[in-house]
């Protein structure tokens, strides 16, 4: 499927709307207008692909509603360079953000189908990742220190062992709760001792699970 004048068009309303929602910078903006999202759905999607909404896309897992991609990724605040790891590769539209934003992006993910799927897929749309099946809870200690972490699926505390793999003056974006809703925490990294976490508005993740599927 090709990306049509009228999938821009509707890009741009997309984007239009998360200025409405108050998402104001213009990088992650660009990325949303950038990217085809229609191309990360099932066929029975993609007529609703630039609805400010999440889709499933197998395995018991969604791709997250661009106004929650874009909020996660500006309080990340990823800067050109960055090393970051993305807990929850799915279908691949967050770590194609942060690949357009110029990002080192690491990304886990611990369904195998989904993996093998968005491994093959995202590099052949042009986007480019180091891709690892794994337990985000261990995260890529051998890749460590990296200077932003996200998660982009729900935790149910957040994971110490991801803290310690960040950089110092490094901050990690994680939705904690159990449940159907969490709460968008934002740490930041002070010392090898000291983080500063505040909060910031609720959310609805789809589980993240520890372990890897056979």
Request: glycine share 8%; proline share 5%; with cysteine.
């Amino acid at each position: 499927m090709k990306d049509s004048f009228l999938h821009k068009g509707l890009r741009k309303k997309l984007v239009d709307d998360l200025v409405k929602k108050e998402i104001k910078n213009d990088k992650v903006l660009n990325a949303i207008m950038q990217i085809p999202r229609h191309l990360f759905l099932d066929n029975a999607f993609v007529n609703f692909a630039y609805q400010d909404k999440a889709f499933p896309i197998g395995s018991g897992q969604t791709i997250s509603q661009p106004y929650t991609v874009a909020f996660q990724t500006e309080l990340l605040d990823v800067k050109p360079f960055h090393k970051v790891l993305e807990i929850g590769t799915g279908s691949g539209y967050q770590a194609a953000v942060l690949d357009i934003l110029e990002a080192q992006v690491f990304t886990i993910e611990r369904q195998r189908d989904l993996f093998k799927k968005t491994k093959e897929f995202l590099p052949s749309i042009g986007y480019h990742c180091m891709f690892i099946y794994g337990d985000g809870y261990k995260g890529l200690p051998k890749f460590a220190p990296f200077d932003r972490v996200i998660i982009t699926c729900g935790a149910p505390f957040i994971p110490d062992e991801l803290i310690n793999q960040l950089k110092i003056g490094g901050k990690m974006v994680v939705p904690v709760g159990d449940g159907d809703n969490q709460i968008m925490h934002l740490v930041e990294k002070i010392s090898e001792t000291e983080t500063s976490i505040t909060t910031h508005g609720n959310f609805s993740f789809v589980p993240m699970l520890d372990n890897k599927e056979n």
